[in-house]
């Protein structure tokens, strides 16, 4: 274990705020489905290939990334502060790993763009899917309290047990419409769960060493670029178009990192973390210089990189990366600068969904299956034009609040 440069007992609770968010709005953006955005609120939604613009649906998921980085040091720093092994700790990341690939598999099979979604054969309709694969998820990752009772112990583990077997029951039975059955589909929370690894080892070995993480930032960058696609000015080609299968792409492969990006988010969160703590002494006025100076770098570079790459979502360009990087870096200087001059509190409705992420995340599957169980259609006045906004807002602020709620149950997904 090095020598750290950096005090991680103090809690920044701007990290909490960005992640809460993030969360409101990624459930914003998807609950967008079920209703039907006017073409002048389009913007809201994801751009569709070949769209010129990024939608606000399209900041979410590096956004979250971003958060999932900068909670990384946090993270690992506590527990090795608490005593915890280096090999106790990769054994933890590789479980928290196991457990966002579990539930994304369990989530992206349901998502093939179908309203039935599962195959007339099945024994059980969606709604019903959703909600077991829920209490299944809350059974084997809940966060129980700590107990001595062993009459408490035993129910806590039946109840992992229960939800194993629950999970393995809907793997078993479940088909989609296509007649596909379950399948190795990561969806989201897979690709969270992917990156993570990689950042997370990347993390225990280097720790707080910006000397280490910044080069390894650049190579994640690289590699996005070295695979991008160009503008049509440049040959619509990559630089490094290595006809497949080859070792480069095999070796990427292996370790599911596709063409960088998602990394570089990530990484790009860890470092502007260590930033934020190892400079938090310093002047505001320095802090405001060092922030805007960094969310013009990034923008000019992706203004640059625009002319050699789409800016594109889809694409998962360099450009893209530079500016939610900027983005991300513009944000999270704004929140830390309000908390700063103590309006912490103006986020406290939404706060629920930055400390009980997961729990946010799995509970509109639960409001869909009851849905879809009970009939209920909302009229249609609320689904369409500018109400079917403020349904999708209604619809993010009761999920935060039933997250709210459970968690005073001792409801927590924790992972």
Same mark, same amino acid.
């Given at each position: 274990?090095?020598?750290?440069?950096?005090?991680?007992?103090?809690?920044?609770?701007? /990290?909490?705020?960005?992640?809460?968010?993030?969360?409101?709005?990624?459930?914003?953006?998807?609950?967008?489905?079920?209703?039907?955005?006017?073409?002048?609120?389009?913007?809201?939604?994801?751009?569709?290939?070949?769209?010129?613009?990024?939608?606000?649906?399209?900041?979410?998921?590096?956004?979250?990334?971003?958060?999932?980085?900068?909670?990384?040091?946090?993270?690992?720093?506590?527990?090795?502060?608490?005593?915890?092994?280096?090999?106790?700790?990769?054994?933890?990341?590789?479980?928290?790993?196991?457990?966002?690939?579990?539930?994304?598999?369990?989530?992206?099979?349901?998502?093939?763009?179908? /309203?039935?979604?599962?195959?007339?054969?099945?024994?059980?309709?969606?709604?019903?899917?959703?909600?077991?694969?829920?209490?299944?998820?809350?059974?084997?990752?809940?966060?129980?309290?700590?107990?001595?009772?062993?009459?408490?112990?035993?129910?806590?583990?039946?109840?992992?047990?229960?939800?194993?077997?629950?999970?393995?029951?809907?793997?078993?039975?479940?088909?989609?419409?296509?007649?596909?059955?379950?399948?190795?589909?990561?969806?989201?929370?897979?690709?969270?769960?992917?990156?993570?690894?990689?950042?997370?080892?990347?993390?225990?070995?280097?720790?707080?060493?910006?000397?280490?993480?910044?080069?390894?930032?650049?190579?994640?960058?690289?590699?996005?670029?070295?695979?991008?696609?160009?503008?049509?000015?440049?040959?619509?080609?990559?630089?490094?178009?290595?006809?497949?299968?080859?070792?480069?792409?095999?070796?990427?492969?292996?370790?599911?990192?596709?063409?960088?990006?998602? *990394?570089?988010?990530?990484?790009?969160?860890?470092?502007?973390?260590?930033?934020?703590?190892?400079?938090?002494?310093?002047?505001?006025?320095?802090?405001?210089?060092?922030?805007?100076?960094? /969310?013009?770098?990034?923008?000019?570079?992706?203004?640059?990189?625009?002319?050699?790459?789409?800016?594109?979502?889809?694409?998962?360009?360099?450009?893209?990366?530079?500016?939610?990087? $900027?983005?991300?870096? $513009?944000?999270?200087?704004?929140?830390?600068?309000?908390?700063?001059?103590?309006?912490?509190?103006?986020?406290?409705?939404?706060?629920?969904?930055?400390?009980?992420?997961?729990?946010?995340? *799995?509970?509109?599957?639960?409001?869909?299956?009851?849905?879809?169980?009970?009939?209920?259609?909302?009229?249609?006045?609320?689904?369409?034009?500018?109400?079917? /906004?403020?349904?999708?807002? *209604?619809?993010?602020?009761?999920?935060?609040? $039933?997250?709210?709620?459970?968690?005073?149950?001792?409801?927590?997904?924790?992972?």
């Amino acid at each position: 274990m090095n020598n750290l440069n950096t005090d991680f007992t103090q809690r920044n609770a701007a /990290v909490d705020i960005f992640r809460a968010l993030t969360m409101f709005i990624m459930v914003f953006v998807n609950d967008l489905w079920k209703v039907n955005l006017p073409e002048s609120l389009k913007w809201l939604d994801h751009a569709r290939r070949g769209d010129a613009f990024i939608g606000l649906a399209d900041y979410v998921l590096p956004c979250f990334l971003f958060c999932v980085g900068m909670s990384i040091p946090f993270a690992i720093e506590n527990r090795f502060r608490k005593g915890a092994s280096g090999e106790s700790t990769i054994a933890h990341i590789l479980l928290r790993t196991l457990a966002l690939l579990v539930m994304g598999a369990f989530i992206t099979n349901t998502e093939n763009g179908s /309203v039935e979604r599962v195959s007339p054969d099945t024994i059980y309709r969606i709604g019903v899917y959703w909600i077991l694969m829920v209490a299944a998820f809350i059974c084997i990752w809940n966060q129980y309290p700590r107990t001595d009772d062993k009459n408490k112990q035993r129910l806590f583990t039946a109840l992992k047990y229960i939800g194993v077997g629950v999970l393995l029951f809907l793997a078993i039975t479940f088909k989609d419409v296509r007649e596909n059955v379950f399948s190795a589909r990561w969806g989201i929370l897979g690709n969270i769960g992917w990156t993570y690894l990689v950042c997370a080892f990347v993390y225990v070995y280097t720790r707080d060493r910006l000397k280490y993480l910044i080069p390894i930032w650049s190579i994640f960058v690289i590699i996005c670029m070295l695979g991008s696609r160009m503008t049509e000015a440049w040959g619509s080609e990559a630089f490094l178009n290595l006809p497949r299968p080859n070792f480069y792409n095999d070796f990427l492969g292996i370790f599911r990192i596709g063409n960088g990006s998602s *990394c570089a988010f990530t990484m790009g969160g860890i470092i502007l973390s260590l930033l934020s703590l190892k400079y938090s002494q310093i002047a505001n006025r320095k802090k405001i210089i060092f922030a805007v100076s960094a /969310v013009a770098v990034f923008f000019f570079a992706s203004f640059i990189a625009k002319n050699f790459w789409v800016l594109s979502k889809n694409a998962a360009t360099p450009s893209w990366i530079f500016y939610i990087t $900027a983005t991300s870096i $513009a944000v999270y200087s704004i929140i830390y600068w309000l908390v700063e001059k103590g309006k912490e509190s103006w986020f406290n409705v939404i706060k629920p969904a930055g400390t009980a992420t997961l729990t946010c995340y *799995c509970m509109p599957y639960v409001a869909y299956g009851l849905a879809d169980i009970t009939g209920i259609v909302l009229p249609h006045w609320f689904t369409h034009g500018f109400m079917s /906004v403020i349904n999708c807002l *209604c619809f993010s602020f009761v999920i935060i609040g $039933a997250t709210y709620l459970l968690g005073k149950l001792h409801i927590k997904l924790k992972i």
